[in-house]
Structure formats: C-alpha cells, structure tokens
C-alpha cells in the first residue's frame, strides 16, 4: 500500500463546476497535509496545508481533513480553464513531523474546459 | 522576498560522470529539502538538511549525497550517473519553526543522463 494516494485522472470538469480532488494516506499518526498545484514544465506551487479536522477554505479552494478516515481533499470552486494543472496531495508522516520530509502522491491532473 | 533559486537549470550528462547540483533557499529558511521527479515515480524525497545537519533521509543510494552550508545553501550531488537519474530535481525550503513542514520549491534542474 503507498503511504499516499490519489486517483491520477484526469479529472475532467466543466469551466465554473466544483473540482473535487482526493487524496487517502496510510500512516494514522500523520500531522500535516498539504496540496500543490503543479503546471505542466513547472515546479509545484504551495496552495493549503491543513493540519485540523474540518474544512479550512481560502478563496475559491477549500481542503478537507478527516483523520479519522485518514482522508484529505481540495475543493475547487468556480472552476477555471487556469486551474487546469496536476495536484498533488503531501503528507507529513509520523516520525518526521514538523520537518521537511514530506510524502507525496503521484498527483491528479485536472482539465477544466471551457 | 526572492524565492528559492537553483542552479543549473538544465543538465545533460553522460553515464558514469557525477553532478552537483545547487540551490539557494528562501531568505530565513534553515531547512533545505531536495526531491527527485520522475513521470514513473511521481515526486520522491531524497534528504533533508536543517542548520548544516541531515535531517531525514530518503531511500536512495549512496551515490545521492548532499550538504549545507552556514549560510544555508545546499548541493546535492550524483555520482556515477545511471540513465534512470535523469529527472527532475527539486528543491524546497520552509523556515518558520512553527510551520517547519511547510515547503516552498524552486524551479528545479532538468536533468538529463546520455
């Protein structure tokens, strides 16, 4: 079993829908999460951590944490053709916490079309 | 604030030389995190350095080495190149000690193993 999961899609949604991009991860005793967003021929970008259960929404994203189900999502709201990228889902894994190792899934691509 | 540099950008190598590869974190970032991706394995962590010492380490080789220095830019380095090495190699840095996870990437060094 990977230490983190994500369904590689593409996930295919029409311009202004809601993207919802998910993410399972095996290591109960994990603290952190954060999402990337990553364009074709470019580094990842930083979009959320999360480190609580719950929602935690900033603009049109919003990133879901239910540790008891060992489960992470990002929301995108309003979908835009610009949104069109691969996310990745990262973990910070017990034994490792608050340091810079994390765990990354292999990443969903998105495609919004106008 | 600059972000993380990396230099070079691009590489091409043949089998058998070594690399050294650099990067130059965000101002105030004391932890310095290299990863290597590739299109099969996805984003893969090979070592942390915090305050000039190795943190966590990855599993790969021995032939993959790094080190920081005082002014905490790192290198990593790649012995005896093989052609599975040509990837993409990432660096990222995080800073604050409340959010020492949290983690910033350059652009990257393509490289490439003829």
């Known amino acids: 079993q990977k230490e983190v999961e994500q369904n590689s899609g593409p996930l295919s949604v029409p311009e202004g829908a809601i993207a919802s991009l998910n993410c399972t991860y095996s290591?109960?005793?994990?603290?952190?999460f954060f999402w990337y967003r990553q364009y074709s021929g470019k580094s990842p970008e930083l979009i959320m951590s999360i480190y609580s259960n719950g929602d935690k929404e900033d603009g049109r994203f919003t990133a879901q944490l239910n540790k008891a189900s060992q489960y992470v999502s990002l929301l995108i709201r309003d979908s835009q053709p610009s949104d069109s990228a691969t996310y990745l889902c990262a973990v910070n894994i017990r034994g490792s916490s608050n340091t810079g190792k994390l765990i990354f899934g292999q990443g969903t691509t998105l495609q919004v079309k106008p | 604030k600059a972000g993380v540099t990396q230099t070079p950008r691009y590489l091409i190598k043949t089998r058998g030389q070594q690399v050294t590869l650099s990067c130059s974190p965000i101002s105030g970032h004391r932890s310095v995190s290299w990863y290597q991706q590739t299109p099969g394995q996805g984003l893969q962590f090979l070592f942390e350095y915090f305050s000039e010492t190795q943190r966590n380490k990855g599993n790969f080789p021995g032939r993959f080495s790094g080190r920081q220095f005082s002014n905490s830019r790192s290198e990593m380095n790649v012995s005896t190149l093989e052609l599975g090495d040509s990837a993409l190699y990432l660096c990222a840095s995080s800073g604050t000690v409340l959010a020492a996870d949290t983690q910033y990437f350059g652009p990257g060094t393509r490289l490439t193993v003829l």
């Open positions: 290591d109960r005793g994990s603290q952190s």
